[in-house]
């Protein structure tokens, strides 16, 4: 059964520190990976996605993730905190065909950035 | 930058009334759906919609919720008799044919 796990529920880091945020997903197919941020009060907004290619992605305010197969894992990683990044932050996992395809969702990731 | 927007943002109703969660999908967009997120727990999906029809429900999705596209432009979740339960985050998505699938900003739903 396809499902996605966050084991952190919420993490603390300061302004300027490093981040990674752990995503482990299990599915039975290679899977496009996702990386979803919430601020309060406003919806899912995507970060990156993963398809194909090449394992590290970039997306939009600094972050990247890494998809290592061996590991099932789909990795987010910032190297410097802002104080703007205290969000909520979920990893998806969608079926590779161009249907009507469900989402996986994982429990999310609370990030709290201290100055 | 088109968005999906919903409304209301937040809802509160007594158990066994009838609610209209309302979204507005990106205008060139042609999958719909929706999620709910119960307090605490994980995103979960719903219904997808396409061509005027569903594609895909979860065991969530029973009788008591009914989705329509009724003009076009508006892409609605209605709940028949609501639950204790059902309070949630109520999230809609849509995409076009790509992968990506753009969520709007929910609207929470408080059933008393």
């Known amino acids: 059964a396809q499902s996605v796990t966050q084991p952190d529920i919420h993490i603390t880091v300061s302004e300027g520190a490093s981040l990674e945020l752990r995503c482990n997903y299990s599915?039975?197919?290679?899977?496009?990976l996702f990386w979803y941020v919430q601020s309060p009060g406003q919806g899912l907004q995507l970060l990156l996605k993963y398809f194909s290619g090449d394992t590290l992605v970039q997306g939009i305010k600094g972050f990247e993730a890494e998809f290592k197969r061996s590991q099932s894992s789909f990795n987010l990683r910032k190297p410097s905190v802002h104080w703007s990044d205290a969000a909520e932050y979920f990893c998806?996992?969608?079926?590779?065909?161009?249907?009507?395809?469900?989402?996986?969702f994982g429990t999310g990731t609370s990030l709290t950035v201290i100055p | 930058e088109p968005e999906v927007t919903q409304t209301p943002s937040h809802q509160v109703t007594q158990m066994g009334q009838e609610v209209i969660l309302r979204c507005v999908p990106i205008s060139n967009h042609l999958y719909f759906y929706w999620y709910r997120q119960i307090l605490g727990q994980k995103v979960e999906f719903l219904v997808s919609?396409?061509?005027?029809?569903?594609?895909?429900k979860s065991e969530i999705f029973d009788d008591q919720f009914s989705v329509e596209r009724p003009d076009g432009s508006n892409f609605t979740l209605k709940i028949r008799s609501t639950k204790l339960e059902d309070s949630a985050m109520y999230f809609c998505?849509?995409?076009?044919?790509?992968?990506?699938?753009?969520f709007g900003p929910g609207t929470r739903l408080l059933v008393l």
């Open positions: 998806a996992v969608g079926a590779r065909r161009d249907t009507g395809n469900q989402f996986y």
């Open positions: 998505a849509s995409k076009w044919s790509q992968e990506t699938q753009y």
């Open positions: 919609f396409y061509n005027n029809e569903i594609s895909e």
């Open positions: 599915y039975g197919a290679t899977p496009y």
